[in-house]
């Protein structure tokens, strides 16, 4: 994953709960090919793999985020196929539904936090993390 790409994702999350089609709006503008929903959840299994974020759902009483305590694989399977009666990118039967979906919402770890001060402050150009 490229430093531009990687830090842009970790700034936004910062600020609030990324859903999935946020990560989908910033891998496409940052990338130059066309990318598919497959590939944004590429970039999602990456960040999740490396334990820079945290995935879940919002709560069902609106206040706050539940945090899915499941492995990556399992993790993974709910954005591709959906979870509590929403819609993973491979069922949302249009772009419109997927563009809607609260399927998940990741969040920054700490070590994400520590990844996203590293990236914001260094001053030299920051290796990329593979």
Known sequence: MNVELETELLADMEDDWMPFWGFHTIVSSLTPEPVSPEDTARVIETLL?????????????????EVWDVPPSVAMERIRYGHNGKHGYASA??????????????????????????LASSERPVKPVQ
């Open 93 to 118: 039967p249009s772009w419109e539904h997927l563009m809607t979906t609260e399927v998940m919402r990741a969040d920054l770890t700490p070590l994400g936090e520590e990844r996203l001060t590293e």
């Open 49 to 65: 793999r490396r334990g820079l974020i945290t995935l879940g759902q919002l709560a069902w009483n609106d206040v706050g985020r």
